[in-house]
Every structure is written in C-alpha cells, then in structure tokens.
C-alpha cells in the first residue's frame, strides 16, 4: 500500500457520529474529506468539504467518490459491493471482504473460530425447519438476526422450543444466529490498528456497561486481572491478522464464568463507541488512526495517559417537548470533556453525544460520570 500524504483528499462511507469524528482528525491532519451520505442533515455534513447527499449504491456518487484517493466507512452495513467496485479506483480499507464477514453474524462466527478463538455455544437458524431438539441445549438462548442487528436490536431470548419458533418469526424468518446465554460476569472490547502483521497496535480494553442493549458506559482501565486485558489484546491482534484486516477494528469479549474465560462476541470493522475516550485519555484516538491506516501509514501511539470513563448521552435525557439537558452539570466540571454529535432531533435511545471524565483512578472516573449523567437529565 502506498502512502498517502496531504493534502489528498480521503472519502468515507456515511455521516453520522463517526462519520463525523473521522471527518474532523482527518481536516486536522491536512486532508480534506468527503463524505457519502444520503441524510442531508447529518452529522459530519457539517465539516466535510464534500457532502455527497444520495445513496450508497448510487453509481454517480460513488464515480465522484472514486475520485479520492483512498475511502473508509463508519459502520458495516454499508454497501459491501459498492466498496468492491470502488477497489477498482482507489485505496479502500478495511477490504469489502472483512466488511461483509462483519455484516453478516454466521460469517462472523465462522471467521472467529477460524482465527482460533472461542465463541459462545451457537446453531445457525436459516429457516423454520432448522428448529428443531437439537436446539434444546443451547437454552436459555439469544435468536439474534444474521444481518442489520445493532444495539440490541433484531434480538430476543428464549428458553424453549416454542418461544423459538415465535422469535424466528417475530424477527421475520430471516436467517438468525442461536446463541447460548452465557455466564457472563463483564465484557470489555480491544479497538485494534493493523496495517500488516509486523504494525499493529491496540489500546487498552475498556470496560463495558450496557443499558437496555445500549452502552452506557466505557471504563479504562478495565478493572480485571492483568493477564486477563493482555490475553485480550492478542486476541485482537490474532483475528485482525487472520483477517488480513487493515484500518480499525472493534473486537468485544465476553469474560465467562469463575474461570474468568474470554470469548468473543463480535466484531465492528470501524472506530467504535467504546472507542471515544481514546479522544480525551490517550496519546491517539481511534479516528487519528483510521485517517493513518487507510492512508497506508503505520498506527500512532495508543498509550492510555489517563484513567477515565466515558458516558454516552441518549436523546432519553432531553425533556419531553424537547427541552435541553443540563449542559452545565457536564462542562462546569473540570475533568469532564463533552462531545455533542449535532443530531437535530432527540429521540429515546439515540446517540446525541458522550463525555469522557479523566481521573487518577478508573473507579473515581466511573463514580464522576455517573453523577454528571444523573445531573445531566432535564428536570
């Protein structure tokens, strides 16, 4: 891959929140950007010097695109064919292939286990008459959607036979993924930087809390054995490697059981939300290295230079007739950093920003950010 230095200008597929992050390392580093996306009020529409608003398969679009000189995206739903064709023309990381293993949960599993690496107990379910006894020991079970699933959507639990039959269709008769419920004690997530095998980096695994299928909270150092984090990170690299994966990749684990054992859960070939406090706690932040690695450059310094916690602010705390959040609870606080993404419209359960605390300790920032977040709610 040859480098690629400023003032290039670099594409990326999609422009919302990490569209928009991506946009902003990328003008800062000297390249200018643009951006295909067919929502003409998202979020990095506002500092691209090209919004491009249609959609992602569109042939027109997707020529001028081709004009960049090299192209990533912000989620794996993308048009996996559109970037094959756009590898014709230019530099495209991560590669088609690995956006399309990520797309699809049955590719993924596969993919996973291939590298070597342990996932929970599953059966894939592509139509009713996969149903069957043989699904029985994998109960109590998530019927999770092979395609288009994402904070916690396109999920449902189950513990029988018929409670499966009604989610396959409830879902749609799609093709899904039986996973078995495992005994998960915490899960934390490893974004690693792979340009080849001999430059990869990681940063620290963060520590994950979810609510209502959701991250809520992001807390680094993760608060669990070393050894534990340092098995994590090889994991990361060893399924990067298998992949022959260039650019950012999200990789989140299950820690399982009192044996503490790691497996993992999936895969986001992208900057990922547990990813941010890489913006305000270390020497890089996951976007820096997307604009690096899609540009053929090796990945920057990962060091964590401060314990910290993000928090990410749903449109659940604005008020019911839209009333602002208490702004000041968060940028009042000293070691606390706000990121709004410019989304108009609040609504429950969506990303509208996040903010990270830094602190001398991970437990003082989890405590801090929890307290802002309560404080952040309109009243």
Not at 361 to 378: G, P, T, V
Request: proline share 5%; aromatic share 6%; net charge negative.
């Amino acid at each position: 891959m040859d480098a690629i230095y400023p003032p290039k200008a670099l594409a990326i597929l999609g422009g919302g929140q990490l569209g928009s992050m991506f946009t902003l390392a990328a003008k800062t580093m000297g390249y200018s950007v643009v951006v295909l996306e067919p929502d003409g009020r998202a979020p990095a529409a506002r500092f691209a010097d090209k919004h491009l608003c249609a959609p992602f398969d569109d042939k027109n679009a997707l020529a001028e695109l081709a004009q960049c000189a090299a192209v990533t995206t912000e989620f794996e739903n993308v048009n996996a064919d559109a970037m094959r064709d756009l590898a014709a023309a230019m530099q495209v990381s991560p590669s088609s292939d690995c956006v399309a293993i990520a797309q699809n949960r049955i590719l993924e599993k596969s993919w996973i286990r291939k590298a070597g690496l342990e996932t929970a107990p599953y059966r894939v379910i592509q139509a009713a008459s996969d149903i069957s006894s043989e699904c029985e020991p994998l109960f109590p079970a998530v019927l999770k959607t092979a395609m288009l699933g994402y904070d916690g959507k396109g999920q449902i639990r189950v513990k029988t036979l018929a409670q499966l039959q009604a989610a396959f269709a409830t879902l749609g008769n799609v093709p899904c993924v039986l996973e078995q419920l495992v005994d998960l004690r915490a899960e934390i997530s490893v974004i690693a930087c792979r340009l080849d095998d001999e430059r990869i980096a990681t940063f620290d695994p963060a520590e994950n809390h979810h609510e209502n299928g959701i991250l809520a909270y992001s807390v680094v150092p993760a608060r669990l054995p070393e050894n534990l984090l340092s098995a994590a990170k090889q994991m990361a690299v060893r399924l990067a490697n298998a992949l022959n994966y260039v650019g950012v990749l999200a990789v989140e684990m299950f820690v399982v059981g009192d044996e503490q054992r790691l497996v993992v859960n999936e895969m986001a070939p992208r900057p990922h939300n547990s990813g941010h406090h890489t913006m305000d706690a270390c020497a890089s932040s996951q976007f820096q290295q997307q604009v690096r690695l899609m540009c053929g450059l090796p990945p920057a310094d990962t060091r964590l230079l401060s314990a910290c916690c993000m928090a990410n602010i749903l449109g659940d705390v604005w008020g019911e007739q839209g009333e602002e959040p208490n702004w000041a609870a968060v940028l009042n606080h000293p070691q606390a950093h706000l990121h709004l993404y410019g989304k108009a419209e609040p609504r429950k359960g969506r990303k509208m920003g996040h903010f990270t605390v830094l602190a001398d300790s991970a437990d003082e920032a989890y405590r801090i950010a929890q307290s802002l977040h309560q404080q952040l709610k309109f009243q």
